[in-house]
């Protein structure tokens, strides 16, 4: 079986890279970047992907920046959008692994809680909404979207293991095969629902369930 990116690393994990060309040092640029940032976010909730992507100069424009400044930092309009998608893992990574740490730790089931309540609220946000529920990602952005589904599963492989010995048996392949399935079902609820099907989300949760009390043996009351 191949190694995940959770296993290659070693020590704190490697920070996945964004959109931009450079870091921004002076206080200057940090503030154009966030603005550039700021803007392309609401351009993409209030108008969609595609009129930021299908206009260059949208979003120059709408964020009042020169052409020289925006360049410096970025290659075109997608590569802002791949930032922004890089902070939204950065952020969901940092948020999931919160809320799994302070589960009250006494039932396995509450780290399908913690999952179905993380990926339901991350999907409310109209720009994950945008951009992962209606695929308007780059190649880059999925291949980062794969490493970082890596590291969740061996996050969430981690949490199982304090259930040990009856998850002796669960692999990270198997984490990461959950939260594919679990990705999709999700983005199903919310292509016509912006608060999530309530259905479709109960499902999810039942499958994730079973999922994990299958492959582990044991029922989902322990």
């Keep these: 079986m191949r190694r995940t990116a959770y296993e290659r690393r070693s020590g704190p994990r490697a920070p996945i890279p964004g959109g931009l060309r450079k870091l921004p040092v002076q206080e200057r640029s940090r503030a154009m970047v966030e603005h550039v940032l700021q803007t392309a976010t609401e351009l993409v909730e209030n108008l969609g992907y595609e009129a930021v992507v299908g206009s260059p100069t949208?979003?120059?424009e709408k964020a009042g920046v020169s052409r020289g400044?925006?360049?410096?930092?970025?290659?075109?309009?997608?590569?802002?959008?791949e930032e922004l998608c890089h902070r939204q893992m950065q952020s969901s990574t940092e948020g999931?692994?919160?809320?799994?740490?302070?589960r009250p730790g006494e039932r396995w089931t509450e780290i399908v809680d913690v999952l179905i309540d993380y990926y339901t609220q991350e999907h409310r946000t109209p720009l994950v909404r945008e951009l992962w529920v209606r695929q308007n990602l780059t190649e880059r952005v999925r291949a980062l979207d794969e490493l970082c589904i890596e590291d969740w599963a061996g996050r969430v492989l981690d949490q199982f293991r304090q259930h040990a010995p009856a998850f002796d048996g669960l692999t990270e392949a198997h984490c990461s095969v959950a939260l594919h399935a679990l990705e999709r079902l999700?983005?199903?609820?919310f292509t016509d629902d912006e608060d999530g099907d309530p259905a479709v989300l109960a499902q999810a949760h039942f499958m994730l369930t079973q999922f994990f009390a299958g492959h582990a043996g044991v029922s989902p009351s322990c």
């Design 58 to 60: 949208l979003l120059l």
């Design 69 to 81: 400044s925006f360049y410096a930092f970025f290659e075109s309009p997608e590569r802002v959008l």
């Design 96 to 102: 999931l692994a919160r809320a799994l740490k302070d």
């Design 186 to 189: 999700v983005q199903f609820a």
